[in-house]
C-alpha cells in the first residue's frame, strides 16, 4: 500500500536559517506532489505543485525538488521567520487519473527569534 | 471571491445523533472533496464529488456515512448514529475543473460525547 514519511514530527530552527523538510513515498509512482501549510485550527493552504517530469519548483522563499527515482521531495525556506512556523504537509495524487490527494502527517516547523 | 465555507465550526453531538456538515465550494469550483483529520494524524481522504455525482467514495466507510453535493446547495457530509471514534475535524476542499490544486475551508470540528 502506498506510504508517506515526513522526515520528522517537529523540526526547530534559528530565523534566518533555511528550514528543509523531507517528504519520502513507497509503492506508487505519483504523477505530481504538492505541498501545504496549515496553522493550528485552520485549512490546509496550497503552497506550491511539482510535477514528475520537473526538478525544481521555486516561488519566493520556498523551493521544492522531486527525485523520482528517490522517491523523494524536498521542500526548503529560505531566510526562515517565525511567521513561517506551521505544519507543512506533503500529498500526492494517488494516480490512475484520480484526482484525491494522499497527505503525510506533516512536519511542525518552529522559526526561533 | 470568498474562500470554501463550511459550517457549522464546531459541532457537538451525543452518541447515537446525526452529524450534517456543509461545505459551499468557491465559486466556480465544480469539484468537493472530503477529508477526515484526526489528532496527531494526517488528513485521510473520504469522498470525491462533482456536481449531483459521486466519484470516489473509497475513503468513506460504508455505513453510516454519505455524501451528496446537489445541483443547487451545498455539498453536505452525513454522519448517522455518530460514535466518539467519529470526533474529528473534517475538512472540505474543492477545485475548478483539470485543475489539481485543492483550496480547503476551515474545517467542521466534530466531537461526539
Redesign the interface.
Known amino acids: 500500500s502506498q506510504k508517506?514519511e515526513q522526515n520528522s514530527e517537529a523540526l526547530n530552527i534559528q530565523e534566518g536559517k533555511t528550514a528543509t523538510l523531507t517528504c519520502n513515498y513507497t509503492n506508487y509512482s505519483p504523477a505530481?506532489l504538492?505541498w501545504?501549510r496549515q496553522d493550528p485550527?485552520?485549512?490546509?493552504?496550497?503552497l506550491l505543485?511539482i510535477r514528475e517530469n520537473e526538478k525544481e519548483k521555486r516561488k519566493e522563499r520556498l523551493k521544492v525538488t522531486f527525485d523520482t527515482t528517490l522517491k523523494q521531495s524536498l521542500f526548503h525556506i529560505t531566510a526562515s521567520q517565525p511567521a513561517d512556523s506551521a505544519t507543512y504537509?506533503c500529498?500526492l495524487?494517488i494516480g490512475a487519473g484520480?484526482?484525491?490527494?494522499?497527505?503525510?502527517?506533516?512536519t511542525r516547523l518552529t522559526v526561533i527569534p | 471571491n470568498a474562500g470554501?465555507m463550511q459550517n457549522p465550526r464546531h459541532l457537538v453531538r451525543r452518541r447515537g445523533q446525526e452529524a450534517r456538515l456543509r461545505c459551499s465550494p468557491m465559486k466556480g469550483h465544480s469539484?468537493v472533496?472530503w477529508?477526515r483529520q484526526l489528532p496527531?494524524?494526517?488528513?485521510?481522504?473520504m469522498v470525491?464529488l462533482q456536481k449531483e455525482n459521486i466519484?470516489?467514495e473509497s475513503?468513506m466507510p460504508k455505513e453510516r456515512f454519505s455524501a451528496e453535493f446537489p445541483k443547487e446547495g451545498p455539498s453536505i457530509l452525513r454522519i448517522q448514529q455518530v460514535v466518539r471514534g467519529d470526533s474529528a475535524a473534517y475538512?472540505c476542499?474543492s477545485?475548478p475543473p483539470l485543475v489539481?490544486?485543492?483550496?480547503?475551508?476551515?474545517?467542521t470540528r466534530l466531537l461526539v460525547l
Open positions: 508517506i505530481y504538492q501545504y485550527g485552520r485549512g490546509p493552504v496550497f505543485l504537509l500529498a495524487d484520480a484526482n484525491n490527494l494522499f497527505f503525510g502527517t506533516g | 470554501v469539484h472533496y477529508y496527531e494524524e494526517g488528513l485521510k481522504f470525491y466519484i470516489d475513503g475538512f476542499a477545485s489539481e490544486t485543492q483550496y480547503f475551508g476551515p474545517g
